[in-house]
């Protein structure tokens, strides 16, 4: 049993599951639990709270996975979870190619697992999750059925709870890469060598959004492009031309595949984003849309400053090789910026380049990452549609 101090039940009863260290009673001491241990927490009065999993060497000391005193943690709840995920993800997606299980959103804390057709990767972030690996994984078998189960642990989160990076199949026969159906289209993606999971499915409602802010016969450049995503889907919807700028080698050979797999015409670039859209516009190219989706410049508070500078510096780029009335689509994945603080550094760079903004939409994360209201940290992707036009009579200092 885990018992709270006086007072620090509130934000847990109001539906919050994370238990920090600081909040424990002195009468339940952290040091008597064993990582990944399960355990009923309690208010100072003895209320039945949830019941959740520890990690007694972590800030966020325990996790509540239910909050129901008749339903414990084992293989049972887990697949109540599963399937509550499921029926959402069919009523939103007619193939199985999409985020399953979103940790804490999903009732299911520490806990990452994406759809490719039989094929489930999955992701675990915390000690106590990861003592339920087996649990998981045969709470998957019976209510899932995939063919295969690839775990792919190899976030930076890990470190915070003690854990090992590292990669193996839990069942089934792993290929080497993945394939990925999104609106009639096919993708290879890498597996061992991919980003995250392997794709970006948060992003697949903003991909949808492009298509309708598009010209006709747009030039497209899809910037930290990845496997090209954002650019294919581009010229499936009619843009005469896409570039794809990555730092990677691989994920812009898997573009090209991607391209020629379905027909359409891509050139790449592998270069740098930000030596990339400098080397473009001293060459006087320009596009009628530029997509920026970098990784995450701000991991950490400590790191706001230095990140809302390299966001500034990205969108000041893209907006040097964006024809009039262009459309910029700018997006962060940083939690630790907010949407006020993009639309602030959309202003200032537009300022500084002496071009306007008019932001056409606002854009989050798709519906297969569902928002806990109670959680903040679960709305991190910011997308902003903005047509940027041109002030008369103002030279750039670029």
């Not at 007694?56 to 979870?81: F, G, K, W």
């Not at 189960?149 to 792993?174: C, M, V, Y």
């Not at 499915?201 to 298509?211: G, I, K, M, V």
């Not at 930290?224 to 995503?229: E, L, N, R």
Request: hydrophobic share 40%.
């Amino acid at each position: 049993m885990l018992r709270l101090k006086r007072g620090e039940e509130r934000r847990i009863a109001a539906g919050h599951p994370w238990v920090f260290s600081n909040e424990v009673a002195d009468a339940t001491p952290l040091r008597a639990f064993s990582v990944g241990e399960l355990a009923r927490v309690e208010s100072y009065r003895g209320q039945f709270l949830g019941h959740a999993y520890v990690n007694p060497h972590a800030l966020i000391c325990a996790r509540i996975v239910s909050r129901a005193a008749s339903l414990p943690i084992d293989q049972a709840l887990i697949e109540r979870r599963l399937r509550r995920a499921l029926a959402l993800r069919e009523r939103l997606h007619g193939e199985p190619y999409d985020r399953l299980v979103f940790g804490e959103s999903d009732g299911l804390p520490g806990l990452v697992l994406d759809r490719y057709g039989g094929i489930m990767v999955g992701q675990i972030a915390t000690a106590g999750m990861e003592t339920l690996r087996e649990t998981v994984e045969a709470a998957v078998r019976h209510s899932l059925a995939p063919t295969a189960l690839f775990w792919k642990n190899d976030s930076g989160a890990r470190t915070l709870e003690g854990l090992p990076q590292e990669t193996h199949a839990a069942f089934g026969e792993i290929p080497a890469e993945l394939t990925v159906r999104e609106a009639n289209l096919d993708f290879r993606a890498p597996l061992q060598a991919g980003q995250k999971t392997g794709w970006f499915y948060d992003q697949r409602a903003n991909r949808t959004r492009l298509t309708r802010f598009l010209p006709p016969g747009a030039r497209v450049l899809d910037v930290c492009s990845y496997v090209g995503a954002w650019g294919l889907r581009a010229l499936a919807a009619g843009a005469a031309s896409a570039c794809c700028v990555d730092a990677s080698e691989i994920a812009l050979a898997y573009a090209q595949g991607n391209a020629e797999r379905n027909g359409l015409q891509l050139r790449t670039l592998r270069a740098d984003a930000f030596e990339a859209l400098t080397a473009l516009r001293e060459r006087g190219e320009r596009f009628d849309a530029v997509v920026l989706d970098p990784p995450a410049f701000i991991k950490r508070k400590k790191d706001i400053p230095r990140g809302q500078a390299a966001y500034r510096k990205l969108n000041q780029l893209a907006m040097g090789v964006l024809a009039e009335d262009g459309l910029l689509v700018s997006c962060s994945c940083s939690y630790h910026l907010s949407a006020d603080a993009l639309i602030g550094i959309l202003q200032a760079a537009a300022r500084h380049v002496g071009r306007e903004v008019q932001i056409l939409e606002a854009g989050g994360q798709s519906p297969d990452h569902p928002i806990h209201p109670a959680i903040p940290e679960t709305r991190y992707l910011k997308a902003f549609f903005c047509r940027i036009g041109d002030e008369l009579g103002y030279t750039s200092p670029l």
